[in-house]
């Protein structure tokens, strides 16, 4: 199995779309058109599998240093291989060589995936930046079923 996690290039735009419409449709992640993913496209990760896309991530800069993880899915068959916790930590380590303090938060039905990966839980409202920009468009807004997370770094911090 050869196995690569990089950067999201021109010709993954149509696999990364099909992948995100398949969990959208399930209401796990929200539906995201090419052209949204194409505009975007420099945000986003991708773990591809012997010539095949496994799983993405983007990462959405909200400025002030506060970066969320968005559209992390993996395809059925490649879960519990470890890959999205891959796409996770290689975010963190590439924003942790940008900055010396930012935070990271994801708002998810997965919790406990993001605490093994460092992360805590918090309140979602800690993030007005995120409600107002996607949140008002959920169909699930008013009865919001996911939980925050946020993993804080600052550089020569200790706890």
């Given at each position: 199995?050869?196995k690569?996690?990089r950067?999201?290039?021109?010709n993954d735009?149509l696999?990364?779309y099909?992948?995100?419409?398949?969990?959208?449709?399930?209401?796990?992640?929200l539906p995201?058109?090419?052209?949204?993913?194409?505009y975007?496209?420099?945000?986003?990760?991708v773990?591809?599998?012997?010539?095949?896309?496994?799983?993405c991530?983007?990462?959405?800069?909200?400025g002030?240093?506060?970066?969320?993880?968005?559209?992390?899915?993996?395809?059925?068959?490649?879960?519990g291989?470890g890959?999205g916790?891959?796409?996770?930590?290689?975010?963190?380590?590439?924003?942790?060589?940008?900055?010396?303090k930012?935070k990271?938060?994801?708002?998810?039905?997965?919790?406990?995936?993001?605490?093994r990966n460092?992360f805590?839980?918090?309140?979602?409202?800690m993030?007005p930046?995120?409600i107002w920009?996607d949140?008002?468009?959920?169909?699930?807004h008013?009865?919001?079923?996911?939980?925050?997370?946020?993993?804080e770094?600052?550089k020569?911090?200790?706890?």
């Amino acid at each position: 199995m050869n196995k690569i996690i990089r950067p999201a290039h021109e010709n993954d735009v149509l696999a990364i779309y099909q992948l995100l419409a398949f969990y959208a449709l399930k209401q796990i992640v929200l539906p995201r058109t090419e052209a949204d993913i194409r505009y975007y496209l420099a945000n986003f990760t991708v773990c591809e599998i012997d010539g095949e896309l496994a799983g993405c991530m983007a990462v959405r800069d909200f400025g002030n240093r506060l970066f969320e993880v968005r559209s992390l899915v993996i395809k059925s068959e490649y879960q519990g291989q470890g890959i999205g916790g891959e796409l996770v930590s290689g975010a963190i380590a590439r924003l942790k060589s940008k900055y010396d303090k930012f935070k990271l938060f994801a708002l998810t039905y997965r919790a406990n995936f993001f605490i093994r990966n460092g992360f805590v839980k918090v309140n979602k409202e800690m993030f007005p930046e995120k409600i107002w920009s996607d949140c008002m468009l959920c169909p699930k807004h008013d009865h919001c079923d996911e939980e925050a997370v946020l993993y804080e770094y600052e550089k020569g911090r200790i706890g």
